[in-house]
């Protein structure tokens, strides 16, 4: 397939623009309210409207509109100080504008939505100063305000203000640092330096991997393990240039449709503890660190990660109950599993197919009536509850009260009790079954000298050379 696609790609010069290609469709604003499409479009909101913060090279905060801000009672309020920064259009960003253009981000359709719930208020205070008043606690929300999903924008057309300006739009825009007020000589912004420069693309796998082989691309961002065995196609890579980011969130498979054999959680576990994780996950890259539970660590909770019972016995002993289950069951069972396409999906496919073979469940691929549906996301922030309520996919009522009762806690103390109790509730119900943590791949050359591996699995585009703001 990449072989196929090597006679389409220009090799790059030394010098001049930086060329990013990102697995997904051309980059695009989305429409009013819209979520974001995929990773390309993601990029192009962070490059060009940036919210009150944003991530640097190492997935750490950094300011963006805001210059400094400072943070009281527990979490509870967030002021923030703004610099001077001007829209695309020339005109200076106001308080009154991130205001408005923050309360409209904070209500649109977009999966971080669940998580600002306990956004009370956003108020001017000063020409400069706003505040972020909050109805409970969270001393975790700068992450999810430096995501792409809070970027600040007035329309496609005026778009936001920076950290970068597209200076040739299309499919594959071409970004340039945006002008910077905080810098004492206006002029030394005025000499145009092509180095400084960065091209979007946005281009399926296939694609992107063969376009960097021969040195079309500086930079493939977006790598998952749907498109992870492509790289043992791609002849001529540079040695090193794959890079793993250390990514955290969730792999695992959903239980979409609890009915049939799937309506007993025990039934449910059953499916969990069959299933040989060291050989689903090796098929796709020999080394991927297998999960049994839903939090990585402890996080935000009051207790460590919850285990499942079987995780104690050895896979024999765990299929040979699960096969008594399944035998005793009166009707054949077969269920459906909806994955993406990709070749590292059918070597997934073919793993776990085998391992229900293993206790008599016949398993298919599926799409949208799909009895497991496969969640594949890093987490924007390090919470107990994102973990678990993006685990809930759906799950039981006992599961879900203790999730709501979570995100209603009104003491951060008492938030930790019940993000404990709602992970040992939906590890009860078996409404969610871990596999890994999630995989995320980039092709780095040598021109992308600030690129970093870091936990978010984010790469700016401001933040891929040294030179740049």
């Keep these: 397939m990449i072989a196929a696609l090597l006679g389409g790609c220009d090799a790059l010069p030394a010098s001049g623009p930086l060329v990013v290609s990102a697995i997904g469709e051309a980059p695009a604003f989305p429409a009013r309210r819209a979520p974001l499409a995929d990773l390309p479009s993601r990029l192009l909101v962070d490059a060009t409207a940036q919210g009150l913060v944003r991530f640097d090279a190492a997935g750490q905060i950094e300011p963006g509109l805001a210059e400094r801000w400072i943070v009281l009672d527990g979490g509870a309020s967030y002021i923030f100080r703004l610099r001077e920064a001007y829209w695309a259009s020339g005109t200076r960003v106001t308080a009154d504008d991130v205001v408005r253009l923050l309360r409209r981000r904070v209500a649109a359709a977009n999966p971080l939505f669940p998580f600002l719930s306990a956004v009370d208020e956003i108020v001017v205070m000063t020409p400069q100063v706003i505040e972020i008043r909050l109805s409970k606690p ?158 990585p660590e402890a996080l935000d909770s009051a207790a460590p990660p919850q285990v499942p019972e079987w995780s104690l016995l050895t896979l024999d002993q765990r299929r040979t109950a699960a096969r008594a289950r399944v035998a005793a069951w009166p009707d054949p069972v077969r ?44 987490a924007p922030y390090d919470s107990g509850r994102w973990y678990i309520a993006t685990a809930c996919a759906p799950c039981g009522d006992v599961a ?22 709602a992970d040992a509730a939906l590890n009860a119900d078996a409404a969610f079954i871990p596999l890994a943590r999630p995989l995320r791949w980039s092709l780095v050359s040598p021109r992308a000298t600030a690129w970093r591996a870091n936990p978010r699995a984010w790469h700016p585009l401001n933040h891929l050379r040294a030179d740049t703001n």
């Design 138 to 295: 969270r001393p975790d929300l700068l992450k999810l305000f430096a995501q792409p999903e809070l970027g600040l924008w007035r329309s496609a057309r005026s778009r936001g203000s920076g950290p970068l300006r597209i200076v040739a739009p299309g499919p594959s825009p071409l970004f340039r640092p945006a002008f910077d007020p905080g810098i004492a000589d206006p002029e030394d912004q005025r000499e145009v330096d092509r180095d400084e420069e960065v091209r979007l693309v946005g281009e399926r796998a296939a694609r992107a991997i063969a376009r960097f082989s021969t040195g079309g691309a500086d930079l493939v961002s977006g790598g998952t393990f749907a498109d992870w065995p492509l790289l043992a196609a791609a002849p001529d890579l540079p040695r090193g240039a794959p890079r793993l980011d250390p990514a955290v969130g969730l792999f695992g498979l959903a239980i979409a449709r609890r009915d049939g054999f799937l309506a007993d959680p025990s039934n449910r576990a059953a499916l969990s503890a069959a299933i040989d994780r060291s050989a689903v996950l090796g098929a796709v890259m020999p080394g991927w660190e297998a999960a049994d539970r839903i939090l």
């Design 335 to 378: 269920l459906r599993v909806a994955l993406p396409s990709g070749p590292g999906a059918t070597l997934l496919f073919a793993q776990l197919a085998a391992s229900m073979a293993s206790i008599g469940i016949v398993l298919e691929r599926g799409g949208a009536d799909a009895d497991l549906i496969l969640i594949d996301r890093v």
């Design 400 to 421: 879900t009260e203790a999730i709501v009762a979570a995100r209603e806690a009104p003491t951060l103390p008492l938030r930790a009790e019940r993000i404990a109790a």
